[in-house]
């Protein structure tokens, strides 16, 4: 593979850089709402295709299987192709699954048109981490970051209350189809202002494909991608089973009233927002201790998970309120894998890396959302209108195996991943003053830790 010389022709992290992080911002927005959009028509989609729960799991089971299983070509063709084309093809693929899936009429219809609608929504998200990868200074980074996931997080607040309103007055072909429109219009902002990067030359690697097995093959070897994969795992499932299908019917199930249900929804979102940037604060300020941070906040979600499953009777409401804000705090903590990539690979790289990372917690996902309602439809093989409080409860515990199996990985290859950084001359210093990118890992050329550069020139991080 080789790579041109590059040469900086815009400021990082200034105006332009703003800008078309905002317009990208956008872009994601629009494709949470797509991906959370059947958190609370799971019921009206149950009786428009006349199907069982486990069938309803399916639309989201393929959605987040074909995501996940996009990650790694959308990290090859990210890395050879940059942000804004595959963006672009992102957003066309989500529009074309939201319009046909608010006229189809069949069930095969309705899982065709969501597995395009996850085609699509796989791209959008690991291209918006290079454009903030390449735009914004190192030290800035972790917050975009954060920022991206909290703002992002709009798209499920408008998919809950907005959504189920639009659902009751417009019904479901003109709703689906209204927002499917907005695809149109921002495909179209998104032609006119972003930019792969702010350089000429290295804007992305030319790969050739007989080379193409051995780069893949050594970026998975590196211990920060299994970590960073691990993180994804064990923190981001919880709240996508809650916010994307199961959570709204759960709640339901414990006696609340479909608005307050939708509220806690809603108040999931708005504590991810709330944790984003503390975390990223975090993360940005005490690198070394990133994945304990993760760990830490892992345990917590298990254990208050615990504690409402066990509750005699329906869980207070109290109780509810803390488990939805407690597991919200995940969100915000599975994007602490992405720093993780910055600190392990090179930017050249980082398009495939953030691809084996991203795969994790959509894994995670897919499985616990599938076996829920297996669990459900072996329970109460009567449909969604036999559901009760015990077949929840079981049905939701099989999240548990999933937090341990990912607590256990995020441990091991912890300690691989420190022991990497040791192999390399100042690099563990590095990481414990505060530096994300490290000499001989995130810049292998260069054996310093990297320095912010002077301005008005602005060059690279």
Known sequence: MGTELRRQVHNIGRRRAWTIWVVGLAVYTLAVFHRTSLSVAGIIAAERFDITAAQLSTFTVLQLAVYAAMQIPVGVLLDRYGSKRLMLVGLTLMTVGQFWFAFAGTFEAGVAARVMLGCGDAMVFTSLLRLIALWFHVKQAPMITQLTGMIGQLGAVAAATPLAAALARFGWSWSYGLAAGAGVVLGVVLILVVRDSPYTGEVVERIKMRALASTMAEVWG?????????????SQ???????????????????????????????????AMVAGPLVGMLTS?????????????????????????LWPGPAPLWLLVVMVMVTAVGGPGSMVSFDLARTFHPSERYGRATGMINIGGFTASLLTIGLIGLVLDHLAPGGPATYTLGDFRIAMAVQFPFWALGALQLVRYRRKGLALIDQH???????????????????????????????PEDPAD
């Open 222 to 234: 590196n211990p920060g991608t299994r970590l960073g994969l691990w993180v994804h795992f064990s």
């Open 425 to 455: 001359p100042g690099a563990t210093q590095a990481l414990r003053s505060g530096q994300a990118v490290l000499p001989g890992l995130s810049h292998p050329a260069d054996p310093r830790p990297p320095q912010r550069p002077p301005r």
């Open 285 to 309: 300020r005490v690198p070394y201790h990133r994945s304990t941070l993760v760990l830490a906040l892992v345990t917590a979600i298990a254990a208050i998970w615990a504690v409402v499953l």
């Open 237 to 271: 499932f919880g709240p996508t089973v809650f916010t994307m299908l199961w959570g709204y019917p759960f709640l339901v199930a414990q006696g609340l009233e479909p608005t307050l249900a939708s509220g806690l929804l809603i108040l999931m979102t708005v504590t």
